[in-house]
């Protein structure tokens, strides 16, 4: 049973940097996809960046590669997403994730499919303003 605990939300100015951390526990033994979503008001939740912990392979969404990345912190079992050069449309839920998997394809797959998803924090907040 893998559990997720998100921290790190709060306001943000456009053009600033936030820190998104997910204390993970129970994954220890396997092969997982480890992943960042999101859900803006009134909108879908969308899939932000996805690590697989085998190969420590990263997949990002298109239209947010180059200002996220994912880590996968060991020491201290922290899935974290660094953020830059907010903009107010950044403002959503942010979940953190995670699925069992035997590849990468899995987890690529897996960020443009949130039902692939198995287990689920319960989100932190980051509110973007102009």
């Known amino acids: 049973q893998v559990q997720l605990r998100e921290s790190g939300g709060g306001p943000a100015q456009t053009g600033g940097s936030l820190k998104l951390s997910c204390e993970l526990s129970g994954y220890y033994y396997g092969h997982y996809c480890l992943a960042w979503f999101r859900q803006a008001p009134g909108k879908e939740r969308e899939g932000v960046a996805i690590f697989f912990t085998s190969t420590e392979s990263t997949f990002y969404a298109d239209s947010l590669k180059g200002r996220f990345t994912i880590s996968l912190d060991r020491a201290t079992d922290s899935l974290d997403l660094r953020m830059n050069s907010l903009a107010p449309e950044d403002t959503a839920m942010y979940y953190c994730?995670?699925?069992?998997?035997?590849?990468?394809?899995?987890?690529?797959?897996?960020?443009?499919?949130?039902?692939?998803?198995?287990?689920w924090g319960k989100g932190t907040l980051v509110t973007v303003s102009a």
């Open positions: 994730a995670a699925n069992v998997a035997n590849s990468g394809d899995t987890c690529r797959a897996s960020l443009i499919d949130k039902e692939k998803m198995t287990w």
